[in-house]
T-cell receptor, first 113, second 112 residues
Framework: AQSVSQHNHHVILSEAASLELGCNYS??????LFWYVQYPGQHLQLLLK??????LVKGIKGFEAEFIKSKFSFNLRKPSVQWSDTAEYFC???????????FGKGTSLLVTP | DVKVTQSSRYLVKRTGEKVFLECVQD?????MFWYRQDPGLGLRLIYF???????EKGDIPEGYSVSREKKERFSLILESASTNQTSMYLC???????????FGSGTRLTVV
């Protein structure tokens, strides 16, 4: 079955620490990849996306992600996190044969001052 | 600013009630989706629609139905609410040919 796996369910970091959240998927063929963020009490927002081209994509608020096709991975990174990055992060994948996005279970990030 | 609007932010319903969750988008999107979000389980697809009057089951359709009579509106129906349907319900839409969603703010439903 097609699936999206996020390795870390809860992450706690101090401000200025570097962040990497893992995401792997099990789809074959062409995929569209997304990271969404949900700040406390707010709706899901698109952080960044990959459709094709340069496998290193940059998103909002200093986030970036790298698509590694051979590893079926799309890891999210940020060099230096801030307290305001405290949120839940969701990786999502769509294959071109499907209508809907499939989401990982999410990673809850807490950044401490 | 483009929007997906869910009619209620919070709802409390009794077991056995028929519950309607409404979602309206103003972007002329063909595709609309209903997910439920539960801690530790992420977002799970309940139903989606790719056109007016068209609907497809997602991963967890049991206990739910949907209605799409107009392009802008996609309703989720809980035929007989049960306590295990207590959850956050998220509506989303996207245009054909683009796979990124716009999400609504969610409806937190509690069934007592």
């Amino acid at each position: 079955a097609q699936s999206v796996s996020q390795h870390n369910h809860h992450v706690i970091l101090s401000e200025a620490a570097s962040l990497e959240l893992g995401c792997n998927y099990s789809y074959g063929g062409t995929v569209n990849l997304f990271w969404y963020v949900q700040y406390p009490g707010q709706h899901l927002q698109l952080l960044l996306k990959y459709f094709s081209g340069d496998p290193l994509v940059k998103g909002i608020k200093g986030f970036e992600a790298e698509f590694i096709k051979s590893k079926f991975s799309f890891n999210l990174r940020k060099p230096s996190v801030q307290w305001s990055d405290t949120a839940e992060y969701f990786c999502a994948v769509n294959s071109n044969s499907g209508y809907a996005l499939n989401f990982g279970k999410g990673t809850s990030l807490l950044v401490t001052p | 600013d483009v929007k997906v609007t869910q009619s209620s932010r919070y709802l409390v319903k009794r077991t056995g009630e028929k519950v309607f969750l409404e979602c309206v988008q103003d972007m002329d999107h063909e595709n609309m989706f209903w997910y439920r979000q539960d801690p530790g389980l992420g977002l799970r697809l309940i139903y989606f629609s790719y056109d007016v009057k068209m609907k497809e089951k997602g991963d967890i359709p049991e206990g739910y139905s949907v209605s799409r009579e107009k392009k802008e509106r996609f309703s989720l129906i809980l035929e007989s609410a049960s306590t295990n349907q207590t959850s956050m319900y998220l509506c989303a839409s996207r245009p054909t040919g683009y796979y990124g969603y716009t999400f609504g703010s969610g409806t937190r439903l509690t069934v007592v």
